[in-house]
């Protein structure tokens, strides 16, 4: 009989993250900088992220050693499990194995921490105090909280406005472990004032919210920004993800055919399967698959260009697919989804061909977290449901073509917090979403030129 299960032991936690830089089929193209359009030295950078971190971001180094403070807290949920998904199998009456790696086990209940430990890590090392941030549905936001408490820095997060008012569990979790909250646009920041000087009701982006964030740290001595994807140190520090993976199946003895994630900035999914891209790339069959919600469909839909990460054109300018830094989300209930880029490396890697994307409405979404709940338990995060629904889709094709494949997915985080979501899925109140095609080509039209 087979377990469940595939634990390693503590001591298994990987020693190193694993940087895809070292590995690119072609040079990343560079940062610019949002005032001059120039490319970006580590000192333009300086005010916003401690050189330890701007290190990381354009490190060449293939391995990159865990310091052992992170390494140490690390501990407290990882290794975390890798499952087979049995009884969803069973129910599918597909011949695939499907596995998912439990990220929901962490303190905050997603891969998140992963990266905020490091990074508040790398803060305090450096002397800094403070670390601000934004935050959508609280995801982020919760998990660099837990990291600032862990290190004794102060935390500040902007909270998008309509997430602080719909969803207070979130914000209490974050002051549990000591951080300020905010809702964001506020009149804290010149660049909160600007927007409530636009429209006073604003509800929020996560684009105005980094603006707000970015802000908070310049004009401050004692604070650095902190953000909880896109960035390529982010995606690093999420490689612990794939790394246990690989040992995991490799302890059991399985190949994976198809590694899915979802994205919303690309960490989690990047995290999850760089480090299985070597192999790829030397042509093993392994496929690659981002799965990402049609009312924010970025690297489905969007434009691979040049363009600011914030609405405020104040965070740097990087080369990604986007839907325009002006780009509004409809209010879909996958908070996590909704930026209107993504990280550069997964970027690139989906333009070379390495990486398919798939974009699903919140119905089926729904439906697929549904389905994986009752069979499996654990409620997933809407976020995570997109990785479920594309899981169960490859699934059902190898039902039908009766092909016994091994699909692995990143269970990204629980729902634990999202019951409204599903409430609303349950009532048959869910709208479906589609991004209009005009909009997007609306929004284009407002990209830097560079
Ligand atoms: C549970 C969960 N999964 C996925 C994401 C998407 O982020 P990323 O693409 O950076 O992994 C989020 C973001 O908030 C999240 O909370």
Known sequence: MEDIKTYLTEREIPRQWYNVQADLPKPLPPPLHPGTLKPLGPQDLAPIFPMGLIEQEVSQQRWIDIPDEVWSIYKLWRPTPLCRAKRLEEALKT???IYYKNESVSPAGSHKPNTAVAQAYYNKKEGV??????????????????????????CKVYMVKVSYQQKPYR????ETWGASVTPSPSNQTEAGRMILAQDPNSPG?????ISEAVNDAVKRDDTRYSLGSVLNHVILHQTVVGLETKAQLKKIG?????????VGGGSNFSGFCFPFFPEKKQGKKIRF?????????TLTKGLYRYDFGDTAQMAPIVKMYTLGHTFIPAGIHAGGLRYHGDAPLLCLLYDEGFVEAV???????????MLFARTEGTIPAPETAHAIRAAIDE??????????KVIVFNFSGHGHFDLAAYDLFLSKKLEDYEYPDEKIKEALKDLPKV
């Open 359 to 369: 974009a699903y409405p919140q119905n089926p979404v729904f439906e697929a977290a």
């Open 395 to 404: 699934a059902i094709k190898c039902r039908e073509k009766k092909e016994e």
């Open 289 to 297: 698959v981002a799965v990402e919600p049609t009312a924010c469909p």
């Open 95 to 97: 011949p695939a194995r």
């Open 205 to 209: 982006s996560l684009g105005i919210a």
């Open 129 to 154: 105090k403070r670390l601000s941030t934004e935050t959508g549905a609280g995801q982020w936001g919760s998990a660099l909280a837990f990291g600032c408490n862990v290190f004794g820095l102060e």
């Open 171 to 174: 914000r209490m979790m974050m």
């Open 254 to 262: 399985v190949e994976p055919d198809v590694l899915i994630g979802c």
